[in-house]
């Protein structure tokens, strides 16, 4: 029944609403998600950053331990080295291999109570008066405590351009009271390795900040940083340092500047140690940077689901009005489909094919008049039933036919066809040519539906054993080859004698031509695929031999020919012929083993021997000719030549022509033997020197 326009349209706004309805679902869901996956994101960051910063918290404490312990080391051990009879060396030796093992160590330096360098792993500062610096006027100040403290020296640039920081221990003289400093100069240059292995991204900074606010070092450098104040209103290091806690995690400025950073500090400030002032490490990231993916996904989902509504709304508009276009078709359709029918039946009278239509649902067959008459039957001889075909196909045929018919219901093939016998009214076999394809599936894919056609080929098929009879008879196989464009091939007809050759059926061949290159000698078969793509490419007969391996049998030589032409679907189709040449070809390696012999032979013999043609050119000589009168492969004269250099008498030459004249005239009008024993012919002289 077809639907009321009323009611179409009342359908198609029901789903302009549900389609809305799913973006907006959709939409909303993308919102949820991205909201989800920022504050995961933000937390994600801030984990990292924190666990960065403690990273190198925990690195910078146990430096600052080992520093700390040296130093007290040299504190213990300095009234000894003092009392040896060698005086310093020694002591400056001992703090040289001190600094070289510790890394970020500079120098290590032991001061008096006036400041003067009395020990130095660099011996040039022995003698100088550091009186002057803070870690000294430090020290002093903190030498009356109980408990000795780790001085950190305001940090300061180096002549060398880098900035340093000094460690430093109160010495306590004999009296108890102040007897000088001991020093450990570091090289923040040497933190620059663990700053950097906390940067997990591109816009990760991390940085070193003495506890009066002074960055000493940062990675990436950047110029003009090194040396600034961080601790001023408003920055986060001072809110860090207000806060009064160990660890702090802000979001805002790290210094006077607009940009926002996530940033982690954490005060480096060990109790045991008790340090004059702290160590502030901070790593941050550009706020901004932390979302960046985010908000990459984020567009990109909103584009996508923009675009997504444009594309189902256009979708949409376009199906419905397909709908619309396809609804107003129907009636015209409807009124079609009788006149297809009539013209279907007509179709069927006047073909000279005979028709079949199988409805497997309902197993039953159609049959047309001109399949009924094909076979010598009336309207009314054959039923509609699957049995009036297969009691008909010949028994030998049966199998091979439900064979072909199944692999096309499975989907294995594109069509059904099968050439085989049926039985006539008067008991006689017709060869059909039976092609078929499922037409009809139901929901479940199962075929319900399956016509074709049959053609009597039986004139063909008769032409065709008349052909196989002739090549029976004749040597060798007659043969059709076709490759494909794509390269594949195979044989579309070949003669029983093929079977002689290859030791493969005809059959065989029909559908893969790879079989017969499988036999082909190794040692011939890229040869002999060249030559046929040379023929495909420039339609040249190909003509050429080969050996051919068969299993359980001798190697054999054979010779084939064809000649090219290319079909119409830009295949290229072989017609030839190919024979055994064993025979043959043995006898013409025998003859070439033969010859090669005779000529060695000619070449050894003791007498010198040399050959001549008609035009006087010596073309053959052998060794003991050369050997005898020395003549090299260019300097062999012609006859004409030879004379008045083997006989350089006038009156002997002249005796000795005539008389070679005169036997070779003997020679060629007998057929006789010379007197020299040699052989002449009109063509050619053998002549020989003993």
């Known amino acids: 029944m077809r639907e009321r326009p009323d009611t179409q349209a009342e359908r198609f706004r029901r789903e302009w609403w549900l389609l809305a309805g799913l973006w907006l679902a959709l939409g909303a869901l993308i919102a949820v998600v991205l909201i989800l996956e920022r504050r995961d994101t933000e937390a994600r960051e801030r984990q990292q950053v924190a666990h960065q910063v403690h990273i ?11 520093v700390n312990q040296a130093l007290g080391d040299i504190v213990a051990n300095r009234p000894q080295w003092r009392a040896r009879p060698e005086g310093a060396l020694p002591f400056n030796e001992r703090l040289r291999a001190f600094s070289d093992a510790m890394t970020g160590v500079r120098t290590l330096t032991v001061l008096d109570a006036e400041g003067t360098v009395v020990a130095s792993s660099r011996s040039e500062l022995l003698g100088e008066n550091l009186a002057y610096r803070d870690y000294f006027q ?13 001085i950190v020296s305001a940090p300061m640039r180096t002549v060398l351009g880098v900035w340093a920081i000094t460690l430093s221990r109160p010495v306590p003289a004999e009296d108890g009271l102040f007897g000088g400093v001991v020093t450990a ?3 923040p240059e040497e933190f620059k390795t663990l700053l950097d292995s906390v940067r997990y991204a591109p816009d990760v900074e991390s940085t070193l900040v003495h506890g009066d606010g002074v960055r000493f070092l940062r990675v990436p450098e950047r110029a003009g940083l090194l040396g600034a104040t961080l601790a001023q209103p408003g920055t986060l290091f001072q809110a860090h340092l207000d806060s009064g806690r160990m660890e702090s995690l802000f979001v805002g400025a790290m210094e006077p500047d607009p940009a926002e950073r996530l940033v982690a500090l954490r005060t480096i400030f060990p109790a045991h140690l008790h340090m004059d002032k ?23 989902l909103g584009v996508a689901w923009l675009l997504m509504g444009v594309a189902i709304g256009l979708g949409l508009g376009f199906m419905q009005r397909r709908r619309r276009q396809l609804w107003r078709r129907e009636q015209a359709l409807a009124a079609q489909e009788a006149a297809l029918q009539a013209r279907w039946q007509a179709v069927l009278h ?8 199988w409805d497997m649902a309902a197993d039953t067959v159609y049959f047309s008049p001109v399949w009924k008459t094909m076979l010598g039957y009336a309207e009314g ?11 008909r196909v010949h028994p030998d045929d049966l199998a091979r036919v439900h064979a072909d018919v199944a692999r096309h219901l499975a989907g294995e093939t594109p069509v059904y066809e099968n050439v085989h016998r049926m039985r006539c009214k008067d008991g006689s076999y017709k060869w059909v040519q039976d092609r078929g394809q499922v037409t009809a599936r139901d929901a479940s894919g199962r075929p319900t539906r399956l016509i074709g056609t049959h053609t009597d080929v039986t004139a063909q098929r008769q032409h065709q054993e ?31 004698g093929v079977q002689d050759i290859y030791g493969l059926p005809p059959q065989a061949l029909c559908v893969d031509a790879e079989q017969v290159f499988a036999r082909i000698h190794p040692d011939d078969l890229q040869a002999l695929r060249e030559s046929v793509l040379a023929s495909a490419q420039t339609l040249e007969l190909w003509r050429t031999e080969y050996r051919v391996l068969v299993p359980g049998e001798r190697e054999r030589w054979v010779s084939g020919q064809a000649r090219p032409a290319r079909t119409a679907s830009g295949a290229v189709l072989w017609h030839g012929y190919i024979h055994d040449v064993t025979l043959a070809k043995q006898q013409a390696l025998q003859l070439q083993e033969t010859e090669r012999l005779l000529r060695h032979l000619m070449q050894e013999m003791p007498i010198g021997l040399c050959m001549i043609d008609a035009a006087g050119v010596i073309y053959f000589r052998n060794r003991r000719f050369m050997d005898l009168f020395g003549y090299t492969e260019a300097e062999v004269p012609t006859l004409g030549q030879w004379w008045p250099r083997a006989y350089p008498d006038p009156h002997y030459r002249e005796q000795v022509i ?19 024993g040699n052989t002449a012919s009109p063509t050619a002289t053998a002549g020989c020197i003993r």
């Open 658 to 676: 005539a008389a070679w004249n005169a036997d070779l005239a003997q020679a060629g009008a007998q057929g006789a033997r010379s007197r020299t």
């Open 185 to 187: 100069t570091l090289d």
């Open 466 to 496: 008349t052909l196989d009879r002739l090549a029976e008879n004749v040597p060798g196989a007659l043969y059709q080859y076709q490759r494909e464009p794509d390269g594949r091939s195979h044989f579309p007809y070949a003669s029983p």
């Open 350 to 357: 006047a073909t000279q094919q005979g028709v079949w239509d």
């Open 381 to 391: 001889d054959i039923g509609d039933s699957l049995q009036e075909w297969e009691s």
């Open 278 to 300: 702290p160590l502030v490490a901070a790593v941050a990231r550009d706020w901004s940077q932390v979302f960046a993916a985010w908000r990459a996904r984020a567009w990109t």
């Open 56 to 66: 190198v918290h925990e690195n910078l404490e146990r430096q600052l331990h080992a």
């Open 138 to 150: 430090s020290a002093r100040r903190l030498a009356s405590r109980e408990q000795p403290s780790l």
